[in-house]
């Protein structure tokens, strides 16, 4: 790229199939791995988020968390780190309240719940 030139082709696995000029618009679904489990501290890194704010959310009924026997240590699943990256961009893009934070992110579940089930039914 020479002289403020921008390249406009698209990575080849970005491109749409029918549309090699343009890319593919649609999200692939968030697959988590089944059973890993993190801790307190690494799901707040992983997360991005401060310990304070990963507790707060799992408070709040945001972050669903596993308890580990026997002392019942609080571990986060992939899909809970997901959870949280998510309600923080929301978090920071609109600053809204804890209420509206759960709203939203039952919203996004049942969404995401609806979009497995109509996969499903396509493959019958």
């Known amino acids: 790229m020479k002289n403020g030139q921008h390249h406009t082709q698209h990575p080849q696995h970005l491109q749409h199939p029918q549309h090699p000029q343009h890319p593919q618009h649609a999200l692939e679904p968030y697959l988590p791995k089944p059973n890993v489990l993190y801790s307190l501290e690494v799901a707040a890194h992983l997360a991005g988020v401060t310990r304070r704010s990963l507790l707060v959310y799992c408070r709040a009924g945001l972050v669903r968390t596993v308890y580990q026997p026997p002392y019942g240590v ?43 089930e109509l996969r499903f039914l ?3």
């Open 74 to 116: 609080m571990a986060f699943t992939e899909e809970a780190i997901h959870s949280v990256r998510r309600i923080e961009l929301v978090r920071i893009a609109h600053a809204p309240d804890l209420a509206l934070l759960k709203f939203m992110c039952d919203l996004i579940e049942e969404v995401e719940r609806l979009n497995l």
């Open 122 to 124: 396509r493959q019958q």
